[in-house]
């Protein structure tokens, strides 16, 4: 078994793409029923985090920027641990996530163990 | 109460407590001096009343007997003189004016804290429940067995180790430290939840014995609970779980020992006082910040309570199933989680997630299926069953699993 992180990522910059309070709301079931559904399989490692739109990125120089959120339709709203045989298989539970029902994506990455 | 009852039951009661305070005195690696003298105050006892008849406070009469016997034992003792006095005169306490406090607090804090020195992180988790129940509740070392349907001699030896385990282990009766106590607690509350939970779920026919197990539990949390120390909103949680499920203790096995599932119980036989003891648990545990598993087990079973289908109870459950398993999984919990998204999102989608579970060697996953396929495809269905038969292992899921097969074959 490896493990991947799965990073959510959803237009946050089109207006017409932001979700409502209570949409938000009505999204809680889904997203909770799909992480409930993949620690029934025990696949789920950490339920990680949900992520605030605002941010700031350090750049060498002293430089720090807003963003780079304000920039990209494909801003990270969140991310959580699974574990999986193949990235294969993590793409498939993947694909019960209930980001891509409002426009967004999945990341999939795998974990790079520690020596 | 009649004598030939009273003694069981004082021994019962006052055993665990005598052993406490005893066991502080002389350090618990002098447990079989704690526990000779109660054993032999209990002997006297018996002859003694048979006798001249009973004393007027038999309990009072105990404390002092065994006060007594300890104090004459400090004073004859060689090895105690030689060993154990110069050790309890460093705390200041000089052999000939040593307290054997038995005043209720003393008793109770007494307790508290060899639930602490049993629940030690160095006794394994068997032996901690075993020596909670010999210990703490008195139970003989035949009960012991019967409860965990291992032999008798296997589990004297088990004790016997456990408690040379304490002695080698140098483990203080005492309370921890600040700091120590919340991690401490854990332990003392995983092997509650356990000590319960075989009471509940046990295989032992002997429903009497089961259901001391579960009482037991229930007076220990009850103690952390009355305590400022250990009065965490966890111990709370977890207190609330215990009553909300033995509320159900008459509804859910009949006369011969079978299990009654929960949809065919008679609520009539829930007890209410019981429920309404969970409530108020399930209120007090309502403080801090950290969830704990019993909060979300004790919110599960407080919707168990309400018999009636409702969307609303349903979606309470799936939605605390979803975080008990995010934060520890466990295959009741995934199986259990399975069967409220069937009442709450539908049995299609509850098939499809079931098939995904992985327990194909688990008899509850087939009977959950074999549930989830009846009045969808009975065909299905009975194989599920057939196959949890196979795989059950004790009488009790055996008759449950076929009545439900001849149940479904009638139709």
Known sequence: MKEFLLVFRRDAVTKDAQLSPEQMQAMMKPWQDWMGGLAAQNKLVSSGNRLDSDGRVVKPDNVITNGPYVETKEAIGGYIIIRADSIDEAAELSKGCPILKTGGNVEIRTLVPMD | ?411
């Open chain 2, 1 to 411: 109460m009649q004598e030939e009852e009273l003694i069981p039951h004082l021994f019962r009661t006052e055993y665990r407590k005598i052993i406490s305070v005893l066991c502080k005195v002389f350090g618990i690696e002098h447990i079989e001096i704690a526990e000779d003298i109660v054993s032999d105050t209990f002997l006297l006892a018996s002859e003694t009343w048979g006798l001249k008849g009973l004393p007027k406070n038999p309990t009072a009469w105990l404390y002092t007997v065994s006060k007594n016997k300890a104090l004459d034992f400090i004073k004859r003792n060689k090895l105690f003189n030689d060993k154990i006095s110069p050790e309890l005169k460093q705390t200041e306490m000089i052999s000939d004016n040593i307290e054997i406090d038995l005043s209720n607090k003393n008793i109770n804090d007494s307790q508290l804290q060899m639930m602490f020195a049993i629940c030690h992180p160095s006794i394994s988790t068997e032996a901690q429940i075993g020596l909670s129940l010999n210990i703490l509740c008195g139970f003989g070392g035949d009960e012991i067995a019967d409860a965990f349907l291992t032999n008798k001699e296997a589990t004297y030896k088990r004790l016997a180790r456990a408690k040379e385990k304490l002695r080698t282990e140098k483990v203080k009766i005492e309370f921890p430290s600040p700091s120590e106590i919340s991690s401490r607690l854990e332990t003392v509350l995983t092997t509650l939840y356990l000590l319960f939970s075989e009471g509940y779920y046990s295989s032992s026919q002997n429903t009497t014995l089961r259901k001391d197990l579960c009482v037991e539990a229930m007076r220990l949390n009850l103690m952390l609970v009355e305590n400022e120390q250990t009065n965490t909103p966890a111990a709370n949680a977890l207190l609330s779980l215990m009553c909300f499920h033995s509320s159900r203790f008459e509804a859910r096995i009949n006369k011969n020992g079978e299990i009654i599932l929960y949809e065919d119980q008679n609520e009539e036989l829930w007890n209410k006082e019981l429920i309404e003891k969970g409530e108020y648990y399930l209120n007090r545990s309502s403080k801090g910040s950290r969830l704990s598993k019993y909060h979300l087990e004790a919110g599960i079973a407080y919707w168990h309570t309400i018999k009636n289908d409702t969307t609303e109870k349903w979606e309470n459950i799936l939605q605390l199933y979803n975080k008990l398993l995010q934060l520890e999984y466990s295959p009741i919990a995934a199986l259990n989680r399975t069967y409220a998204l069937s009442k709450a999102n539908g049995k299609e989608e509850a098939i499809t997630e079931a098939e995904k579970l992985n327990l194909a060697g688990n008899h509850l996953y087939h009977s959950l299926l074999g549930n989830l396929y009846t009045n969808v495809d009975t065909i299905k269905a009975i194989q599920h069953l057939q196959t949890a038969l196979e795989l059950a292992r004790t009488v009790a899921d055996k008759k449950v699993i076929s009545n439900k097969i001849a149940s479904l074959k009638g139709k």
